[in-house]
Structure formats: structure tokens, C-alpha cells
């Protein structure tokens, strides 16, 4: 109901609001149903009756909400809040009554599904100016921002209070785009990864992390030999089962002959006495971690790093960076002396074409250079897709 009574030229403006307010049919807008007028103490009254809303008003809302949900989720609520204030400047010159009251986010549908709506347009009596694109903006603006985003998740060359509403509506539009793109090419890579951890055929490894484990295998056989020291025994073969989770061909050739089958099969031997005269022919040296595996491995580090520290969004490369180096050199089972320049910035490279770094390219541990944890699940898609510790820690090998 509005609180004004009718006269003859408010009567105009109620009609006029109406055809307006009817003419709108967007998911993001409350729907307006019924019109109608009622007498009260002799004073005719004019009301609408529209569309409920189950939900709370963004007044109600705890601000850290939205920052729980991913980031391509965010960009959408926000789209959707700026879709519907759109609306009412395409058919009702603009929302008359914008403040974070009126504008709403639903309960989950029976699909978990939430949307936001603008409510409660209010009276068109009050005049704007029509060279002012943002005076419906005015009381809102920044909170609105600072509900779905942060002024560092985007580039630095753009203020997000300094964009006019057509300017910012398409900046967030682009993001959505671009984070779309970025799923569908990052979901393309989970999907061959995924299906490389499956055997692929009857015979030999399919996944890009088990030729180096096979090469550890050896050196370690070769070591355990030379040096017969017996703890070393137990690591291998728990090697061997890590290559198990890899193809499972490995666990059915091996995993009742132990490291006697693996020796006869990979050193075209027939025993492992045979194998011993040998050994003085032998140069296999340590293996090395790949970029890719590098950037899987950091990625867990990061991963426990912020869950020690329960970080939720981003962590500095140079606070985690260090503590990396040194577990890698002292890694009981794959130690490596690791390049800066030539294995661990290439593996920041790969992190940061995924999407998991920004900010400036990282020299040392000043660098402003950042991880982005974008979600849990999707951190753990890579690690699982990349990281040999992850599946080492699952073995017990220390």
C-alpha cells in the first residue's frame, strides 16, 4: 500500500508506475500482481499486490555470506543484483526506493538454488536527473560491492567504485565469461588426468607421474643393494603400491611377488641373486621431479598451510615457499635439490596459467606474489591430478 493518499494528480503517477512495474518480467524483479484501491477514514488509498519473496533482505545479511561460496558463484549473485536494478532502468526510468533492504536473496529451492531479487520500487514522484546515470546507486553502491567482491580479486588498473553502472554490469558480465572458460578448460584437464589414472591397456603405465616412480623404484633397488640396508626394503615396496593407485595393473604383477617380481620384470633378470652381479654396471641416477609434479606438490603445501593457518582465500607465495624448499631437500624418500630458475619458477608458471597465481612474477620471498585458494574442492582436483606427495602421504612412507 502506498502511505499517500489519492488526489488527481498523484492518480496519474500510481497508473502510470503500474503500467511501467507490469511490463517488467525478470527473474531478478519481484512480479507485480494485482492493483487496486481501498477507502480508509473517507481517504482513498492506492496498493499493489506483488510477487513473495522467502528470503532475507541484504540488510540481514551477515556480510562474510557470500565470501564462503566460490568465486564464479559470487560474480553470479552480483550479475543477478545488477540485472534486476537494470530492469527497472529499462522500464521504470530507475528503482526509486534502492538500499540494501530491498534487495533480496531467496531461500534454497528444492535444487539448492538461490536468486536474488530487487523488491519495493517505490513512488516515481521524486525527481532525478537524468545526466546523473548512478543517482539510484548513491546509498548502495559500495555496500553492494563489498558483499559479492574484493578490489584485489580484480585487476589493479580497475576501481570498482569508480565504474559507472553500464561499465560495471559489463565488467562483471566479462569476469563470468572468462571464469566460464576457465572452468570448461580446467575441467577438460581434470577429465584427462582422471582418465589416465585408469589403465589404458593390458600393459605398462598410463599416467604421467608413474615413469618417474619407476625410475625411483630402480634407484632405490640399485641403492638398497649396493648398501643392503634393510629398512629400505619396506619403502620400495611401498612404491610399488603407490604405483597401484596409478594402474592397477601394477598391484596384480606385484603385488604378491613384491620387489623379487619387480626386479626379474624391469632388469630382465631371472632372480634377484642374478641381479646383484650386476650392479657395478649400473648408473641409474635419482630422479627429478617434473614442473607439472613440483606445482602439484606446492599446491598440497599450500593447501595444508592455509588449513593450519585457516586461511581462506590467498596466502603469500614467500610465506610457504621456504618451508617447501626445505621438505623437498629433505624429503625421506624423494629428496631433491631443487633449481629455482629452472624447476620451481616454471612450476609457478603452470600454476599461474590454471589460475592459482597473480600479482607479480615472484623473484623471492618479498615478491607480492599470491596463491588463490579459488575452493577447497577445486584445489584438491589439482592436487590430485598433479602431486606425488599427495599420494606418498597416503602410503606411510616416512
Known sequence: MYSKGLNRINKE??????????KINHENVVKVF??????????????????????????????????????????????????????????FELHHDLHEGNIMITDPDKNNERKICVIDPGYSQYSYDPEDEDSDLYSIKEGIINLFLKQEEISENVSLRDLEFPELRMLIKNLIKE?????????????????????????????????????????????????????????IQKLIDVLGTFNPLFTEKYGKGGLNSFIMYYFNVSSSNEFQP???????????????????????KVQKYVMEHKISECVS???VHGEYDTEIRSHL???????????????????RKLGFIRGEPYENQDSKTEFIVPSQPKLTM????????YYFQHFDLV
Not at 593390458?202 to 619407476?214: E, K
Not at 638398497?224 to 629398512?231: A, F, L, T, W
Not at 650386476?278 to 598440497?300: C, Q, V, Y
Not at 631443487?338 to 608458471?349: G, N, R, V
Open 278 to 300: 650386476h650392479l657395478s654396471k649400473l648408473h641409474i641416477e635419482m630422479p627429478r621431479r617434473s614442473s607439472l609434479i613440483i606445482a602439484g606438490d606446492f599446491a598440497l
Open 179 to 235: 571464469e566460464e572458460i576457465e572452468l570448461i578448460r580446467e575441467n577438460d584437464v581434470h577429465k584427462e588426468y582422471s582418465q589416465a589414472l585408469l589403465p589404458s591397456a593390458s600393459t605398462g603405465p598410463s599416467d604421467h607421474r608413474i615413469q618417474i616412480i619407476l625410475d625411483l623404484v630402480k634407484f632405490k633397488i640399485v641403492d638398497y643393494y649396493r648398501e643392503i640396508i634393510p629398512d629400505k626394503k619396506n619403502k
Open 382 to 389: 589439482f592436487i590430485q591430478s598433479y602431486s606425488l606427495d
Open 34 to 91: 494485482i492493483k487496486g484501491y481501498f477507502e480508509f477514514k473517507g481517504i482513498p488509498y492506492f496498493f499493489l499486490i506483488m510477487e513473495y519473496i522467502k528470503g532475507k533482505d541484504f540488510k540481514e545479511l551477515n556480510l562474510q555470506l557470500f565470501f564462503e561460496e566460490p568465486y564464479i558463484k559470487r560474480l553470479k549473485y552480483f550479475e543477478q543484483a545488477l540485472d534486476g536494478i537494470n530492469e527497472f532502468r529499462r522500464f
Open 13 to 22: 503517477n500510481f497508473e502510470s508506475d503500474v503500467s511501467k512495474l507490469t
Open 317 to 319: 607465495i614467500g610465506r
Open 333 to 351: 624418500i624423494f629428496p631433491q635439490e631443487m633449481s629455482f630458475d629452472y624447476e620451481f619458477k616454471p612450476a609457478l608458471k603452470e600454476l
